[in-house]
């Protein structure tokens, strides 16, 4: 589990296929003596298992994660390239503080971003959800954009916006984020969990 606070932006450094994989290899500023074998990170909302750690060259961690077909599929990870930025999480530990909300790293869909309005120091997006998705997205309910727990303003339909204040924009990739840009959509796990309870035929 996650709670959608970025503790780093990590970089893209290689991508390779193997079969139906894709190994990627990502640069951060983690401790690698922190990072273990199997571990899990959240990398801009994606959930992926640690499958290697060194210290690369520049003295940065070098952490590799294998991504899956189902990966590929639903996220934006197939588009991830070299010097592609990226936020990390690192899994929530008991007694961690939850400062933003119950995350679980699998990321529903894909979002659109269909506008961005800069308003001084902030920022506010308009975002187009899959309509399967779009139901369960409420005004002042949470959802997870690219790994950032996120507030939701107005729902509209199948749209949604969002307010990035200067903080997050300055410690995460929202702030390099256009119109036009795709991004990881996870739903509020309650939000989930109440729609399913309502429906009759269960």
């Not at 450094?13 to 922190?34: L, Q």
């Not at 997205?137 to 939701?152: E, F, M, N, Q, R």
């Amino acid at each position: 589990m996650f709670t959608g606070i970025v503790t780093d932006i990590g970089d893209v450094v290689s991508t390779e296929p193997d079969n139906s994989v894709v190994r990627i290899v990502v640069a951060s500023g983690y401790d690698p003596e922190g990072i273990a074998l199997g571990a899990s990170i959240a990398c801009s909302g994606v959930c992926l298992t640690v499958t290697g750690v060194e210290v690369g060259a520049n003295g940065r961690t070098l952490t590799g994660f294998d991504l899956a077909p189902e990966t590929l599929k639903v996220t934006t990870a197939a588009a991830w390239k070299e010097g592609q930025r990226l936020n990390l999480e690192r899994a929530l530990r008991m007694g961690d503080e939850l400062g933003g909300h119950l995350v679980a790293g699998h990321v529903d869909g894909i979002a659109d971003i269909v506008n961005r309005e800069d308003m001084g120091e902030a920022v506010r997006f308009t975002l187009e959800a899959p309509p399967a998705l779009a139901r369960f997205i409420a005004p002042k309910g949470s959802v997870t954009l690219d790994g950032v727990s996120l507030t939701v303003n107005e729902v509209s339909r199948t749209q949604f916006s969002v307010t990035i204040i200067p903080h997050t924009l300055e410690q995460t990739t929202l702030g390099g984020w256009q119109s036009g840009d795709r991004v990881n959509l996870e739903v509020d796990l309650m939000a989930r969990y109440a729609a399913r309870l309502a429906e009759k035929d269960i």
